[in-house]
């Protein structure tokens, strides 16, 4: 039988902001259909974040979530991964809240503090929505995305031991490897784990191939190819090339709104069950089959 590729869908982030794309899923009924369709579609896990409804920015209340995390549930079997990345400028605090209050099998997990820079997106639009869009956006020039070493651990401890959840670990960069090493080395993180290399964001690592092929040659040797399952995913127009080389050289993938609006040069994305059909089909021609939600919680290790 051939390999199974995990498709984790990431349907509308804290990136990008409502002025960017009308195919964007900002109220909960939104973030719910998109979800469910993306799950149709092929996507075993769907990874979330909330949005205000009535501004469309980024919202760390549980409350919202719980308006679309139990529908996503009861109509799907994707596991559910709630962000801790929340949006930039939220406290650790917000950012764990929904996690820690929905208990969920998986929440992402960024390892490490890092500039996280989309100020240059502000010379592509011309008129603003909102006007919090542009502010958020010039707000990352001197930003740091802060994800340190005491707050990973207690993240690690609240809601990996407190409520066995497990984490979609963010590595924008190399060091992040390193880190989580440590914390594997400090007994807080137990295989199989997940690791999610992520490239082409300003700040973190490019998108080189080369880059790939080594941040994935550092993982095999640090962790052991046996104990964790590793995927990638890719900013803007680089999602779907990096996708499919993960696939390509065994790895698994994430795609979705959070990451690129685009299905192709210029063209938005119409919805996510459209980059995940997309992405399943070149996955297929692979000669590569897709993972279903049961053989991603069976590799994983997820509570279920
Ligand atoms: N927006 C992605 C580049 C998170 O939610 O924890 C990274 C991300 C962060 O998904
Ligand atoms: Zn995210």
């Known amino acids: 039988m051939s390999r199974s590729v995990i498709i984790t869908c990431a349907p509308t982030g804290g990136i990008h902001t409502p002025t960017m794309s009308p195919h964007l899923p900002i109220t909960p009924a939104e973030i719910a259909t998109a979800s469910i369709e993306a799950a149709e579609a092929g996507a075993a896990i769907i990874h979330l974040h909330a949005r205000d409804p009535e501004t469309g920015k980024p919202d760390p209340r549980p409350e919202t979530f719980q308006q679309f995390l139990p529908v996503i549930k009861q109509s799907?079997?994707?596991v559910i991964n709630v962000s801790t990345g929340g949006g930039l400028g939220m406290t650790m605090d917000e950012r764990l809240l929904a996690a820690t209050t929905a208990s969920p099998e998986?929440?992402?997990l960024n390892m490490g503090s890092m500039n996280f820079a989309?100020?240059?997106l502000l010379s592509k639009y011309k008129e603003w929505k909102h006007d919090w869009e542009p502010q958020f956006l010039e707000m990352t020039r001197d930003?740091?995305?802060?994800?340190?070493?005491?707050t990973i651990e207690y993240a690690l401890k609240t809601l990996g031991q407190g409520h066995g959840t497990k984490f979609e670990f963010e590595c924008y960069d190399l060091s992040h490897l390193y880190n989580v090493k440590w914390f594997i080395d400090q007994g807080l993180i137990k295989p199989p784990f997940f690791i999610q290399m992520v490239f082409g964001i300003l700040g973190g690592v490019g998108a080189d191939l080369e880059n790939l092929m080594h941040m994935h040659k550092v993982a095999d040797r640090l962790f052991g190819p046996e104990n964790y399952e590793w995927s990638v995913l890719a900013a803007g127009r680089n999602q779907m090339p990096f996708a499919t080389?993960?696939?390509l050289l065994g790895g698994n993938l994430r795609v979705g709104l959070e990451d690129s609006l685009f299905i192709g040069k210029g063209e938005l994305a119409t919805s996510n069950a459209q980059q995940v059909r997309r992405i399943r089909e070149i996955v297929e021609s692979l000669g590569l089959t897709v993972a279903?939600?049961?053989?991603a919680r069976e590799r994983l290790g997820l509570k279920g």
């Open 76 to 78: 799907t079997d994707a």
């Open 106 to 108: 998986m929440a992402s």
């Open 118 to 120: 989309i100020f240059p």
């Open 143 to 150: 930003f740091i995305f802060p994800n340190t070493f005491a």
């Open 245 to 247: 080389q993960s696939a």
């Open 292 to 295: 279903t939600p049961a053989e």
